[in-house]
DNA sequence: CAGATGAATAAACGTATGTTCATTTTGTGA
DNA sequence: TCACAAAATGAACATACGTTTATTCATCTG
């Protein structure tokens, strides 16, 4: 799984000559090493010497593009979130689709290689581990935040009210979606070789069946 | 919450007489002055100094109990893994009691300030962060090992047979179960604050209401 | 093309970290 | 009570780590 660093615009301006253009893409290439160091060697042995080993640049460069090693990990923990949240908004933001699709679509999304691969899962876990010790963490390793908890039980009250489920609740049921695709990362996490994104699809939809009936 | 690492009588001999007394309890204490330092200082900022520190004894003892920092470490692990297996062994191997009884003290338990307190979920996390790449961690932080799985689908397994539920999959079911559990955990670790242990078993319980109606 | 500017380098530095070991303290058994 | 043994101490050590800085290299500008 490859990152999709280079494709992160948002805190790099667009180069304007060849000197900025290798400055960016060094800048980059330091996060891509980081992220690898991380999955390579745990956050406890990533230092900086071998994210520079991995990076083939010299050991200056960290500090000349991100001041301190700290800095360089919080760039990839906000580049980290963001791809996150990009790859959810893009279905459940979409009031277009019907909010059955956009609850199978988020399933898709949310399973998908793009964020659930072996790589960022170690990253997220990295930081949450940190976070008791660093609440200045909490921000960028807890993406599936407000809005997205908010759309999830607009997303549940539209189901009961289409499908008259006198039964259903909202809140607890999009609880429930958040803390089982919680759970599915964390599986992904331990047991990737034998993890399997279909099955574990079919258990989501498992779920929202039984919440749902009528529309899954 | 305070661990109950004392009461663990599993690797250490119960000591015959008062100097063997004051090293088993030195033990003790540096696998707690352990836990809270990963709990305060966060899995990178656990140093042996400051357990030290923490634990008020001579910079020796760590190795001189454990060898080295590694194996202090490895043995709060197992410890941790210890206490959370027997916590859920006491609910879900208890065959006297109902599968829908069984599966509610599930909850219970794997919810309860025992096994899900900040600490020892700091320190879950911070291990589940090095496993990528120390694979040899992997046996300590996945105690919901095969038992547990086996256990909850024969539980489900049960439940459809005893309610004709013929929609009713016992493995997808357990699998929501396990994933379900998991994401509440670490809901938990990134808002201990608000975390109310409540509406989580409330939430678990509207699940398995879902799956198995008359039972709930 | 030459001078100026910014990026990149790698040696050097100070501190932090984990471990060792000679020494002291404490408890045990004769 | 005293010699012995085990436990505990803390100074000392080597290495690892993150950062700084003087220097070199590449690119841009006039």
Redesign the pocket.
Known sequence: MRLSLAENRTRIVTP????????S???IHLLECAAQAIHKFGYR????????QLS??????????F??????LLALAEDLSERYASNWQKVLLDTEVSPADRLLGLFRADLSPEVLNERDVAIWFAFRSEVSAKPEYKKHIDSRDATFRASLIEICSALKDEGGYSQANPVLAANCVIALLEGMWTDFHLHSADFDRGKAEEACVYMVRSFFPDHF
Do not use: D, F, P, Y
């Open positions: 304007s000559n060849a000197r900025e253009v290798s400055k893409k060094n800048r042995g990533t230092t900086t010497a071998n994210i520079q083939g640049l010299s050991r200056g460069m960290i500090n000349l593009h001041q301190s090693k700290e800095n360089l």
